[in-house]
């Protein structure tokens, strides 16, 4: 069993940046792909960006390209979403998840474990 806790999130003007974290509980957090998905009052849950269990692959949903960045620690159990030039179409809860298969995985069925989200808001 995997225990995600994510943290970072809040209220920031159009252009700011944030940085969320995810701390997973668990000794095999190093081989568990990691990831991160959104979702915006009314819309369905969204991926975001995504790294495999030893971060030399990533990848981004075409609204994150450019502007995240996904980074992990295995070392702390901890994965990371840089965010940058945030807009107020970046608004939503992020949520982090882990896969038990270690390779980047963009769809939410392909994750065996969620947290509990956090609070993103974009202000223009």
């Known amino acids: 069993q995997v225990q995600l806790v994510e943290s970072g999130g809040g209220l920031v003007q159009a252009g700011g940046s944030l940085r969320l974290s995810c701390a997973a509980s668990g000794r095999t957090f190093s081989t568990y792909a990691m990831g991160w998905f959104r979702q915006a009052p009314g819309k369905e849950r969204e991926f975001v960006a995504a790294?495999?269990?030893?971060?030399?692959?990533?990848g981004y949903a075409d609204s994150a390209k450019g502007r995240f960045t996904i980074s992990r620690d295995n070392a702390k159990n901890t994965v990371y979403l840089q965010m940058n030039s945030l807009k107020p179409e970046d608004t939503a809860v992020y949520y982090c998840a882990a896969a038990r298969s270690g390779n980047v995985r963009s769809t939410s069925s392909e994750y065996d474990y969620w947290g509990q989200g956090t609070q993103v808001t974009v202000s223009s």
């Open positions: 790294s495999n269990w030893s971060s030399r692959t990533s």
